[in-house]
């Protein structure tokens, strides 16, 4: 079946210009990958007049509806009460969901206060969308020619909601019977504008499989989907294109689907059984927390120091006062001694030493956005890696963290580089 | 004037969710300033009929029109067109736009297709509004009880012809008297439900100025708005809700407008000329990045140790191990070693210890979301605190460093902690 969809997200703060509608580009995404066209996404406050006006209006142009936010505690999030009168429906109380509310409670250690109890009525005959990362569930209902989707506001609520929840009841409901698969390549280190250069005559003769870059924060991906009967085909269809594109600007490959570059460095790290520490000047120690979102990844950092200031890099880190006098913070000399002295202290394979000028002034007589990066290998061998950033104090912190795992998945996947 | 608006964002590459409509809430948030009210935020394809469609609809919600995106040089682009065709009116040439256009081509020393010569093309009877960052240009366009603004889809063109060309010129129009003031009240360790009860009948009760509470991520605000003749008044206003507010939830304030946890933070412990090392294991270093991500913090943060294994505090932060085997390294102990450890390691003035089990699954036979943080004043004095997290990982390791931020504002504020 064919449907096309609309997208309303309730919610003032939206209008107020408080918050972005994130979640409006994650369901169409979504959509598009069930292959169901959305031809609007609408914004309207708490207001129940003008939401019920959104709603009439979807109806009358799409015969799916997805609804974010509004589903919450407060007297101002009226998404489902407004869709309930609308559709003359009532509403019940979900006691699988409000035993979930109360364990909630329970396991944060707070007082559930009378109005979250409303969070677990849900519209009559629907069906209950779990919430495993809030309190409010979602709904699915379908009613006459349409079919309604309520979903949580918060994105990390609602992401999963959809991903795992109402996508798979959504594809029953459509009885899809094609198979739509997707595969996304990541890259680093090559631009959008370039990268599509080097696909260009790919792109324009795309059919199926499809691929859709996207560029982000300094990546970039490539999102190739195949539609056909059967999976094998698909995955058939998909590894042919990835080869063709990987002989392309496969040297900027670093991962796949859900990896990030944290995720594909720990991964990398743990497949070789190396450990690493790292000393951080500018970065503070945000290139170890990225490492540390990776669930696993205690089998290899071992852990490392901050040295923010000159004394504490000379003081608890062991380097020679008169390295600093001679070549400054900012340098490849300092990076490859804080790399040096942490992997020593910390007794692992691997060191790294992350020092620069985060901005937005200059610092050590080195011009905002100067980074050096120094990765000592388990044969003491030293990498250096020079960045010139802009003076935007916190992308450049970011930029040379994801530029450092980068650098490591680089240095970690060349054959020539021995371990 | 009074006046209401609505945002329509023309794109196909929204719907299809390669991209996020950042635009609609920048707008919403420089409109909101102006006092105007935003009902509706709209998102239409490239496609002539359904953006004539979502003109009409605006047309008949709204005053005030704004349009981002589709004035490009590609057969896709037809906001102009299509705005121009509903209103009976022509597209004439603008010269200067198109002297702009030639310059911006030989700048970037690129040959000047003749499509980008229809980027120069404008609403007959509109001021146009230069673009500064890039080719098209934007359009202001009063017709009958209708004002229509257009103006690029790229956010980096976009936002500044907004702030400097559009909204003086819109400001000017509104013959705007009423000055309107907001002032935003941060509160951390109270849920939103919580907050609104302890406030509900002020809320209720509300017209001038006006309180909105808003969640993220753990934090509640509350945005308190006037609107009055004079800025006096308008100060007054909000100092006498604040105050009123204040004597309610004041608990749990820890900062206005623009301040995070962590700028709050490092103020204080600037203001009170005190520095600070952390000894960090589940959260790995996002303790010690956060308080960088401040400018100015290194007249606070010394610098400190990420000890993500047992070993690690041992080995590098000297615990004793007859400690870790006694009590384990998620306790109260364990953190208090940590932050004693660090305070005399890097001579800081306060030590930050914490420890935890970050999740998914748990550590040293305590449940995931077991966290304890200890902080140890200058004093000597240990201050520990037990949170119960939920499985999540990243969400525990955030809210961890987020708590600790508000654990250390509230010692460093209350006047019994001698420091």
Known sequence: MKMNAE????????LLGQITNTNARYISSQLAELGINVYYHTVVGDNAERLNQAIKLAESRAELIVFSGGLGPTKDDLTKETIAKH?????????????SIEAFFQRVNRTMTENNKKQALVLDGCQVLPNNHGMAPGMFYSHGKHVYILLPGPPKEMEPMFQIEAKPVLAKWLNQEEIILSHVLRFYGIGEAELETQIMDLLEAQTNPTIAPLASDGEVTLRITAKTSTEAEALRLIQETEQILLSRVGNHLYGYNDDSLASSATKRLIELGLTISAAESLTAGLFQSELAAIPGV???????????????????LGIERSLIDQFGVVSA????????????MFESDIGVGLTGAAGPSSHDNQAAGTVWIAIVLPNDEVYTHLLHLSDMRNTNRLRAVKKTLHYLIQLLSQKSVKI
């Open 87 to 99: 559709l003359g429906k009532d509403l019940v109380m979900d006691n699988t969901a409000l035993v």
């Open 333 to 344: 000399e300092c990076a490859t001694a804080m790399a040096k002295r942490v992997k020593m």
């Open 298 to 316: 205690s089998e290899t950092l071992v852990g490392g120091m901050v040295t923010y200031t000159a004394d504490s890099k000379v003081n608890q």
């Open 7 to 14: 997208i309303i997200a309730v919610g003032s703060e939206l």
